[in-house]
Structure formats: C-alpha cells, structure tokens
Nanobody
Framework: QVHLVESGGGLVQPGGSLNLSCGAT????????MRWYRQAPGQQRELVAE???????DYGDSVKGRFTISRDYAKNTVYLQMNSLKPEDTAVYYC???????????????WGRGTQVTVSS
C-alpha cells in the first residue's frame, strides 16, 4: 500500500513563508507527476503546482512568482516553498501523485490527507 504524507502546514502572517513537503512511501515502482492542490472552504479544489517525471514544472496563475515546487526523485518527495503568502492562500493543501506499483503496470492516482495552511494576522 502506498501512502502520501504531507507536512509543514501551519499559521503564518501575511507576507510570510512556509515550506510543505510530501513523501510517498510503500511499494512503488515509479512515480510520474507529483502535484500540489489546495481547497479553501466552499471552493473547488484547484491545482497549485506540478512537476513531471521529466522535470517539467507548471504553476497555477494565482501562485506564479511566489511558490516554487521541487522534487527529490530518490526520496519520492515533493516540496512546495511558499513565499509572500496572502490570506487568500488559506486552504487545505493536498499532495497527489501517479503511482506505478510494478514495472510496466498502470499508474494510479493517490492523494495525501492534506495539511492546513492559514494566512492571517
């Protein structure tokens, strides 16, 4: 069984920074893309950032220039450095990854349980 575990959330003042991490553990043959999503109360889940197996990176428009995604392929871990945080960044942040359990097999989407980020003075 594969688990994605996020950490690093918390309460921060506007303009502050947080660094989230998400590690995948368990029986893993390969991981394709790793992504960060977020969901604020009463809103739909939105893509924040993604990094593919080949290193291609993309960001949601609302976080470009402020957030940086990175990935440690050896540790099956993805990070999200969040700078210049705004109150509207307040949400639960979820990690998602495409996991291959055996070589040549299908990739399955797996999600972490999320970590709360609150930006408030």
């Amino acid at each position: 069984q594969v688990h994605l575990v996020e950490s690093g959330g918390g309460l921060v003042q506007p303009g502050g920074s947080l660094n989230l991490s998400c590690g995948a553990t368990g029986r893993i043959s390969s991981i394709n893309a790793m992504r960060w999503y977020r969901q604020a109360p009463g809103q739909q889940r939105e893509l924040v950032a993604e990094v593919t197996s080949g290193g291609t990176i993309d960001y949601g428009d609302s976080v470009k220039g402020r957030f940086t995604i990175s990935r440690d392929y050896a540790k099956n871990t993805v990070y999200l450095q969040m700078n210049s945080l705004k109150p509207e960044d307040t949400a639960v942040y979820y990690c998602q990854a495409g996991i291959q359990y055996s070589s040549g097999g299908k990739y399955y989407s797996r999600w972490g349980r999320g970590t709360q980020v609150t930006v408030s003075s």
